[in-house]
Structure formats: structure tokens, C-alpha cells
């Protein structure tokens, strides 16, 4: 993860990798499905892999919303990140009042907890 030591600056500063931010818009998607596999000697698989890859989920609908922002005034400019983008996602999300960072640093939410993709 070399990647994230060579971006720490656009990482610590949303201004340093988009220096025309003025807002950040922070969505949470829960991935909870239900799936497990109840047989023994099998790996566990993580509950967000069950379904599509959800870089491929989310992104098409984050700029479905920025088409949509742009419907209403044509001047906004933005971009659509998911986890693949030097940004402190969970900081934007907790500062957005979607929940709260815990003690495994993940976002926490009273209806989802921990179940989601930001």
C-alpha cells in the first residue's frame, strides 16, 4: 500500500487533491446481505464480496448524483470518489453526522453499525 504514503498529502487535505472543493458530500451505503456459509473447514468470505464488485456499484451512482447537482446549477464542478481515491472518507462521513469512528477505525452508524461502503 505504497500508494497511500506517496498521496499522504492529498490524503491529510481534500484541498491538495481537489484544490476547487468547496463542499464535501459523503454518502454510506449498507452492504449487509445476509449471506454466510454455515459449513465447517470453508473460509469465511467478508459480507460486502458476496454481491458485485461495489466500486463498480457505487461510483455510476455517485455521478448519477453530480449529473443531478449539475441539472439544478450547471456551474458546480465535482468529483465522484470511492475508496480508490485519496481522500479520509470515514473523517468526511463523521463530519457529515453519518456516525462515528470506533476503536477499528471503521465508521459506525445506529442503523447499520459498521455494514458499509462510503
Request: aromatic residues 12%; charged residues 20%; positive net charge.
Amino acid at each position: 500500500m505504497h500508494w497511500m504514503e506517496k498521496r499522504y498529502a492529498e490524503r491529510g487535505n481534500i484541498h491538495n487533491y481537489y484544490p476547487e472543493a468547496k463542499s464535501v458530500i459523503s454518502v454510506a451505503i449498507n452492504y449487509f446481505t445476509g449471506t454466510a456459509l454455515n459449513q465447517k473447514n470453508i473460509g469465511k468470505i467478508s459480507n460486502y464480496a458476496w454481491g458485485d464488485d461495489y466500486h463498480d456499484l457505487i461510483k455510476p451512482r455517485l455521478h448519477q448524483l453530480l449529473k443531478e447537482i449539475k441539472s439544478i446549477d450547471p456551474n458546480i464542478n465535482g468529483i465522484a470518489c470511492v475508496d480508490t481515491s485519496p481522500i479520509m472518507e470515514k473523517d468526511w462521513a463523521q463530519k457529515a453526522g453519518i456516525g462515528w469512528i470506533g476503536k477499528h477505525t471503521n465508521l459506525i452508524t445506529r442503523d447499520h453499525g459498521s455494514w458499509l461502503f462510503l
